[in-house]
Structures are given as structure tokens and as C-alpha cells.
């Protein structure tokens, strides 16, 4: 069974800098579609961040295009998020999730297994 253990969250001030990172274990995630999800307080949870099984980055969220990166290492079975300049806004739960589904949207709704997210505070 598909495991994922999200980790490298924290609190930065305004301007920095965090990556994420993802761990699946149980089986592999060569075929696995990922996604980065995050929810603030008070809001829905939203698609940051996607990637598919062969690599290609679909974006959900304007507000972190030219500031956050996804890449994915099947090696070691793990996803990573870069954020960079981050802003308050970005504070939230980060979560990773993956399917195995094809033609996945970087949407909450299209994906099955889930981690339980780690936490991001972007504050001065």
C-alpha cells in the first residue's frame, strides 16, 4: 500500500526559501502521477504544484509560477517542492499526493493517496 511522508516545512520570514520533500514507500512511483497541495486557514485546499509519471509539470497556481519548482527523483521514490521568495500568503498544510491514474488535473479531487502534509509558515 502507497504511504507518502511529506517533511521540510517550517517557519521562514517573507523572501526565503523551504523545499519539501515527499517520501513514498510501499510501492514505486515510477507511474505514479504527484501533486502538491496546500490549504491555508479558512480556505480549501488547492493544487500548488504537479508532475506527471514522466515528468512534465502541470501548474495550478499562478500565484507560485517563476517561484516554486517540482521535480521528482524515482530512485530514491521521492518529490520534491522548491519554494523560493516566499510570500505570507503561502503559509498553509502542504500536502503530496499521488495517483496512478492517467490525464491527472492538479486538482485535490483527482488524486487518491495523500500524506498528511507538513506545515509552512511564511512570517516576519
Known amino acids: 500500500q502507497l504511504q507518502l511522508v511529506e517533511s521540510g516545512g517550517g517557519l521562514v520570514q517573507p523572501g526565503g526559501s523551504l523545499r519539501l520533500s515527499c517520501v513514498a514507500s510501499g510501492v514505486s512511483l515510477d507511474y505514479y502521477a504527484i501533486g502538491w497541495f496546500r490549504q491555508a486557514p479558512g480556505k480549501e485546499r488547492e493544487g500548488v504544484l504537479c508532475?506527471?509519471?514522466?515528468?512534465?509539470?502541470?501548474n495550478f497556481s499562478d500565484s507560485v509560477t517563476g517561484r516554486f519548482t517540482i521535480s521528482r527523483d524515482n530512485a530514491k521514490n521521492t518529490v520534491y517542492l522548491q519554494m523560493n521568495s516566499l510570500k505570507p500568503e503561502d503559509t498553509g498544510v502542504y500536502y503530496c499526493?499521488?495517483?496512478?491514474?492517467?490525464?491527472?488535473?492538479?486538482?485535490?479531487?483527482?488524486?487518491?493517496?495523500w500524506g498528511r502534509g507538513t506545515q509552512v509558515t511564511v512570517s516576519s
Open positions: 499526493a499521488a495517483d496512478i491514474r492517467l490525464f491527472r488535473r492538479c486538482v485535490p479531487d483527482e488524486y487518491m493517496s
Open positions: 508532475i506527471t509519471s514522466r515528468g512534465i509539470n502541470t
